[in-house]
């Protein structure tokens, strides 16, 4: 602590303190976030006796502030003395799990369960286990959310450790049967979605004879917001059962959940299938969950068929093995067969995604026989998204038949994409194009996609010429520099002498793209003469691109190419008239450090990092 | 005398407060565009058309004097709205409040939405009475310390002060209605709402600013295909599924949420067939419907068209179980209704707390209730006139033809410009708030 003369050292705390209220909010922020440092500087004790009470009556701060001292309080233990006194960090807790903004009061109660794994089991039951039984008996429903988050979390541990085992527990439950059958909507919504974890803590004996009956009316609830949020704690209950039990306690309930009236409630089912899956096992999967998820897929509502066409993969490979197979030929097929001409999109699309999947389960002939030709109906579809979920898919197809067996059909749907009226479609097609390419192998690439990747460099939208370069670099990668040289190099250059000087541009974007990738020679002999010569283009804005082209390419070319060929170019481009191309020219003779060097600097057996290194040295010689 | 309207026990409206300026010439932002109770009635919100919202609280009641009831008084004002252009459209976005919603109280705070044509705003009122005190950097008055003479550091202490009443915007759900928002209603789930515009309604949360559902768009292909347009929506109070909306052809469409994300198609079609003998040029145009409203129960609804209030039950659709004639006598002035506009007046009506009674304005400020039970009706004027605290409301009579009898009022004096458009019921007590033009009146019964 200061002494009575006075401690510069306090002043900086001072300033956070008095931050805490500063009218701007970044300030109170940042000063929040700060807070172990003022508690630090105040000691354990004042922290407890005067910034803990400060701080409990701070909720009138905007969410963002608040947010921010929740999440500090959560690890504060040390701060106000350790594990002994945790519990003065509950009133602040408190009054923060009541406030009206969810992420708030979340951060709140999860703070509350951080720190009540901090509590002695007679501080749990002394301190923790009132505050939950006043916030779940609060005025107001934000509190009796919150009381749902601890539950969970308090229960075990006083229950284990003191005497008053049962008791505790049976008022927990008491608690949370009440908080399932509060007047709003909002707290049964908590209590709904919490009911999973509330159940993972308690014996398998109370989950039946308590959690069941409160997840079979929370499932049945009036409000379709309480009932799709009972199918998540369905979920987790039927994974803490033993199999025996789950066709009599959970099980009726969720098929009801399958066939719910509401679309929401099916579309969570939809969601949560392989949750779902996993949890029952594999009998109740084959009874109950295939014909469920034939309903789901055939669903009136496009939205679940969308969720439930999302699952079909995961579906289909976690059945059991033995009758896998089977079950998806004659089950789950003719529902997909069905969704593959479905009049929704978005359900189509969603297949698209996933469909590729089944192959690799099915195996070769049943692909062949069953599975390509709805491939090849998802690739002529009218939606391009449907086209590229195929295409972006291909991968598990290769792996099985071989992509010689799409390629007829293929090409039209690339073709088709490729030229399609919408930029953000034919962008999309651009960013698969090196995937097939690996696929599709060099020579069925150079017969028929070639010529589609040289079109998009002259597309009349910006973005597409740009994803056109970058996929150039991207084939280079795969197909090497010698295959450059020979197929795209020549064509990109000869784009230099085009009369739209937007194409010409293009060529210069390409090299700046092309030229690491194909290496030093390739640069040095093809495109730097091209570059060079279009210093002298008439449009400005093609020679401060050549400028610019230079000194990205710079690093590329060998030293005397540099001194002898780049340099005058660049001074030239100095005294250009136009101000951009004197700035760019500028600035890439600075970025490559060409001025004023001594030439023996430049042999060649100088690398460009010892040239920068040289550069440096004779910098800071006098 | 009269007895008064309003479930089951005889009473008289009497006179309780009047808000607003006297003056004659009104200013335009001043006129109220929307009366709110929330749902305790402890809170009564308005909106104007200059973009803000005032809020009356009720005073507790004091008990040495049983007489006195709690008078409103203005709890917060604020500025909800402000003008806006847009300038895609070159169009100009009034500030004016179309309509206020209040959320169910979830803690000592209260929420309100408020919209006015585009954008549909959430607000927190909360109060604040307690202020920190004691700065390091500074002294009591302000002044600034050395910052060397520092010796302790200070937390600052929290004191009691004046109750300070703060509204703050919490939430802007804005960009997602192209026509003007006409109707906001909290669904029973209390995590979403819907919000409606003359041919779409999207569903909202109201966590979730970002992005809203569009679960009906009436819009056709060709514009020039359009017959109507949405008047009005509203969710059921009970059921989290089930909305209904209003055309300007005077039907009720109720659409079940749980069937299909899209609503486009309805689960049941509330229309009364036409009366061919009564038909005329402006059948179509008084038959448009400008408010609905559920009941509180849920089992009813009642509809608002230009000459009548009509209360369908749920479960019948071909025609309505009730139907109440508001001012009757315009019929054979709608003529001259028309040239003046006044026949696209957008009348509202509401419910008592106990759906035995509505009420709905009219012109000159008349404003009329209905007792669903006894049948008998009153029209009663929102008047400075008999300001007097506790004196009690005249009824009002129009005289329809023949002659006029004293008292009566001729169809040919009354004032066009004097018309009440939002009226609001306390949802537990007779107590009623009016709006005409820019005054606010308020009325309690008084029990014989």
């Known amino acids: 602590m200061a002494g009575a003369e006075g401690d510069d050292s306090l002043y900086p705390i001072a300033v956070l303190i008095d931050e805490l209220r500063n009218e701007d909010v970044q300030l109170r922020l940042n000063s929040i976030k700060k807070l172990s440092t003022i508690a630090l500087a105040l000691g354990v004790e004042r922290t407890r006796t005067e910034l803990l009470p400060f701080l409990t009556d701070t909720i009138y701060d905007e969410d963002e502030v608040l947010l921010a001292l929740a999440e500090q309080l959560g690890s504060f233990t040390v701060l106000v003395g350790g594990p002994e006194f945790v519990h003065c960090l509950l009133p602040p807790l408190e009054s923060l799990a009541t406030v009206e903004e969810t992420v708030v009061r979340d951060k709140a109660v999860e703070s509350l369960r951080k720190i009540s794994q901090e509590h002695s089991p007679v501080d749990l039951e002394v301190h923790f286990v009132p505050l939950v039984k006043r916030l779940a008996s609060g005025d107001w429903f934000t509190s009796r959310t919150s009381a749902c988050g601890l539950f969970g979390v308090c229960y075990p541990r006083v229950s284990i450790m003191t005497h008053t085992f049962e008791s505790t527990l049976i008022t927990a439950v008491m608690h949370f049967r009440t908080l399932c059958s509060d007047d709003t909507p909002m707290v049964r919504r908590a209590a709904s979605s919490k009911l999973g974890e509330f159940a993972k803590v308690l014996e398998l004996d109370y989950v039946k004879s308590d959690i069941i009956p409160l997840f079979t009316a929370l499932?049945?609830?009036?409000?379709?917001?309480?009932?799709?949020?009972?199918?998540?704690?369905?979920?987790?209950?039927?994974?803490?059962?033993?199999?025996?039990?789950?066709?009599?306690?959970?099980?009726?309930?969720?098929?009801?959940?399958?066939?719910?009236?509401?679309?929401?409630?099916?579309?969570?089912?939809?969601?949560?299938?392989?949750?779902?899956?996993?949890?029952?096992?594999?009998?109740?999967?084959?009874?109950?969950?295939?014909?469920?998820?034939?309903?789901?897929?055939?669903?009136?509502?496009?939205?679940?068929?969308?969720?439930?066409?999302?699952?079909?993969?995961?579906?289909?490979?976690?059945?059991?093995?033995?009758?896998?197979?089977?079950?998806?030929?004659?089950?789950?097929?003719?529902c997909v067969k069905e969704l593959v001409s479905d009049t929704n999109q978005h359900v189509k699309s969603a297949l698209a995604s996933v469909i590729m999947g089944l192959s690799t389960i099915l195996g070769k002939d049943n692909t062949v026989e069953h599975l390509l030709p709805l491939f090849l109906v998802q690739l002529k579809d009218e939606y391009p998204e449907v086209r590229l979920n195929i295409i972006s898919n291909l991968d598990c197809v290769n792996e099985v038949i071989g992509i010689r067996q799409l390629s007829q059909s293929l090409l039209p749907a690339i073709v088709e994409l490729a030229e399609d009226a919408k930029w953000r479609v034919r962008l999309a097609i651009i960013e698969y194009m090196p995937l097939l390419a690996g696929q599709l192998g060099v020579e069925f690439f150079d017969e028929k996609l070639n010529s589609l990747c040289m079109a998009w460099l002259i597309d009349h939208v910006y973005a597409i010429r740009e994803a056109a370069t970058c996929n150039l670099m991207k084939l280079v990668e795969k197909f090497g520099a010698e295959w450059a040289q020979n197929t795209i190099v020549p064509k990109v250059l000869g784009m230099a002498n085009d009369s739209n000087y937007l194409h010409r541009m293009t060529t210069l974007f390409c090299i700046n793209a092309l030229s690491e990738v194909c290496g030093q020679e390739i640069t040095t002999k093809h495109m730097l003469p091209v570059v060079l010569k279009m210093s002298t283009d008439q449009v400005a804005n093609v020679r401060f691109n050549v400028a610019r082209c230079l000194q990205k390419i710079g690093p590329v070319l060998d030293s005397s190419a540099l001194q002898a060929e780049v340099k005058p170019v660049l001074e030239?481009?100095?005294?250009?008239?136009?101000?951009?191309?004197?700035?760019?020219?500028l600035e890439a003779i600075s970025g490559m450090y060409l001025f004023n060097l001594p030439t023996y600097i430049f042999s060649e057996t100088f690398s460009f990092s010892s040239i920068l290194f040289f550069f440096f040295s004779f910098s800071l010689s006098p | 005398m009269m007895a008064g309207v309003g479930g089951g026990n005889d009473f008289q409206w009497c006179f309780s407060q009047v808000k607003g300026a006297i003056d004659e010439d009104v200013a335009e932002a001043d006129i109220i565009s929307t009366v709110e109770f929330n749902c305790s009635g402890e809170l009564l919100a308005t909106g104007d058309k200059g973009g803000r919202v005032v809020i009356f609280q009720r005073e507790q009641e004091s008990k040495n004097r049983l007489l006195s009831r709690g008078e409103y008084n203005v709890y917060s004002t604020f500025q909800s709205h402000e003008p806006e252009f847009d300038y895609l459209k070159s169009l100009e976005i009034e500030e004016k409040i179309n309509k206020i919603r209040w959320l169910p109280q979830q803690n000592a705070a209260h929420f309100l939405l408020s919209a006015n044509d585009k954008t549909i705003k959430l607000w927190k009122i909360s109060e604040r009475d307690k202020r920190a005190e004691g700065y390091n950097l500074k002294d009591e008055d302000g002044r600034l310390r050395d910052q060397f003479r520092i010796t302790t550091l200070r937390v600052p202490v929290l004191m009691p002060m004046d109750l300070m009443v703060e509204a703050s915007p919490r939430r802007i759900f804005a960009n997602a209605h192209t026509y003007h928002i006409n109707s906001i209603s909290v669904n029973s789930d209390y995590e979403t709402y819907l919000s409606a515009d003359d041919l779409r309604i999207n569903l909202w949360h109201l966590e979730i600013t970002d992005r809203s559902f569009n679960i009906v768009d009436i819009k056709p292909a060709n514009m020039e295909e359009l017959t109507e347009v949405i008047t009005a929506a509203e969710c059921h109070p009970h059921q989290c599924n089930v909305f209904v909306y209003s055309s300007s052809k005077g039907t009720i469409r109720l659409c079940d949420m749980r069937a299909a994300a899209l609503c486009d198609r309805h689960s049941k079609f509330f229309e009364?067939?036409?009366?061919?003998?009564?038909?005329?040029?402006?059948?179509?145009?008084?038959?448009?419907?400008?408010?609905?409203?559920?009941?509180?129960?849920?089992?009813?609804?009642?509809?608002?068209?230009?000459?009548?209030?009509?209360?369908?039950?749920?479960?019948?659709?071909?025609?309505?179980?009730?139907?109440?004639?508001?001012?009757?006598?315009?019929?054979?002035?709608?003529?001259?209704?028309?040239?003046?506009?006044?026949?696209?007046?957008?009348?509202?009506?509401?419910?008592?707390?106990?759906?035995?009674?509505?009420?709905?304005?009219?012109?000159?400020?008349?404003?009329?209730?209905?007792?669903?039970?006894?049948?008998?009706?009153i029209t009663l004027e929102a008047s400075r006139e008999n300001s007097k605290p506790r004196a009690m409301l005249k009824p009002r009579k129009v005289c329809t033809g023949g002659k006029r009898k004293k008292d009566e009022i001729s169809v040919d004096s009354l004032d066009f410009n004097k018309k009440i458009l939002h009226t609001a019921w306390h949802p537990k007590e007779n107590v009623i708030a009016v709006a005409a033009t820019n005054n606010l009146y308020i009325f309690q019964d008084k029990i014989n």
């Open chain 1, 572 to 585: 030239k481009l100095a005294t250009d008239q136009d101000m951009d191309v004197k700035y760019f020219a």
């Open chain 2, 272 to 377: 009364e067939p036409e009366d061919p003998s009564s038909r005329s040029f402006f059948s179509e145009i008084i038959s448009s419907i400008s408010d609905v409203k559920f009941s509180h129960s849920g089992r009813y609804m009642m509809t608002r068209d230009y000459l009548s209030v009509k209360v369908w039950d749920l479960n019948m659709e071909n025609r309505p179980v009730e139907t109440y004639q508001v001012h009757e006598y315009l019929r054979s002035k709608l003529c001259s209704l028309y040239e003046n506009d006044c026949i696209f007046d957008k009348f509202e009506c509401c419910w008592n707390g106990s759906d035995s009674a509505i009420m709905t304005g009219s012109y000159n400020n008349f404003f009329r209730m209905f007792d669903r039970n006894t049948r008998r009706d």
């Open chain 1, 219 to 334: 499932a049945s609830d009036e409000q379709d917001s309480v009932r799709l949020l009972a199918v998540e704690a369905g979920v987790s209950i039927a994974a803490l059962l033993p199999q025996e039990d789950l066709e009599d306690l959970v099980m009726p309930t969720l098929r009801q959940a399958a066939e719910d009236k509401s679309w929401r409630v099916r579309y969570m089912v939809a969601d949560k299938f392989s949750e779902l899956q996993k949890a029952v096992g594999p009998e109740i999967t084959k009874n109950d969950l295939v014909p469920a998820f034939q309903n789901l897929l055939k669903d009136c509502e496009a939205e679940v068929r969308t969720a439930a066409a999302n699952k079909v993969k995961v579906f289909c490979e976690s059945l059991p093995e033995d009758s896998r197979e089977t079950i998806i030929m004659t089950h789950i097929l003719p």
